[in-house]
């Protein structure tokens, strides 16, 4: 069973958390603070991170930040605050999924299983043995021959929906901002507003909803998008 890292310094709530998480048979790790914890994180390698925000000595939205410098493993950071600032910054920072307080640990659960299964589905379909490729579900993309496939039909892209379709594809349920999309397809050349992201996204979308696709694009209002895999 996968292994949970439980970040709170709300005694109360750390228990909680961790009782309704063994309950269903994970393996919990809690801490009561931040101390030591990216270098657990690296020695231990959890499957999945829960994370409060504001919390003495290093916050959340510090530890954060170490740690996606290492690992792309699911993160879910809760906040009793409940600023919407929080949440965007969260995102911006790498988080995957936020959770305002007080919130029902059955929900915090399911958010958790939503999670590991779509780093499952990406895990078992990985790379393609050449390792120059992507596999997610019916979808395939030889990045050799810049070539994406949907079960035996191949699909055309321009290169920018190719490159925004790559990117994405690699970091599956990681929200983006509009500006960090324009840094990772535009790059140094772009000089123009950041709502062109909207009809590359556009674009792209609708070539994958016809083709059937088991990736799509889903919309995260008032910060950007992500890619997500179809249950």
Not at 35 to 63: F, H, Q, T, W, Y
Not at 146 to 169: K, M, P, W
Not at 180 to 197: A, H, S, T
Request: net charge negative; glycine share 8%.
């Amino acid at each position: 069973m996968a292994h949970i890292f439980v970040v709170d310094d709300d005694a109360n709530i750390l228990q909680l958390i961790t009782e309704y998480l063994r309950k269903d048979g994970f393996t919990v790790s809690a801490f009561p603070d931040g101390s030591n914890l990216v270098e657990n994180v690296r020695s231990e390698k959890p499957d999945c991170l829960i994370l409060d925000i504001m919390m003495p000595g290093v916050n959340g939205l510090a530890l954060l930040t170490s740690i996606r410098t290492f690992t792309e493993m699911p993160i879910i950071m809760i906040s009793a605050r409940g600023e919407e600032m929080d949440r965007i910054i969260g995102l911006e920072l790498g988080c995957n999924d936020f959770l305002r307080k007080p919130f029902h640990p059955r929900e915090l659960i399911a958010r958790v299983k939503g999670m590991l299964r779509l780093v499952q589905t990406y895990r078992l379909t990985g790379e393609t043995e050449s390792g120059k490729g992507i596999v997610i579900g019916n979808m395939t993309l030889n990045e050799e021959f810049r070539l994406v496939t949907v079960g035996d039909q191949e699909v055309s892209f321009t290169s920018r929906e190719y490159e925004l379709l790559v990117f994405l594809a690699k970091h599956v349920e990681r929200p983006f901002s509009r500006e960090q999309l324009i840094q990772q397809v535009w790059k140094y050349d772009f000089m123009g507003e950041p709502r062109v992201v909207d009809d590359l996204v556009k674009r792209l979308r609708k070539k994958l909803n016809e083709a059937g696709a088991s990736l799509q694009i889903e919309t995260l209002w008032g910060f950007g998008y992500k890619a997500a895999v179809r249950g």
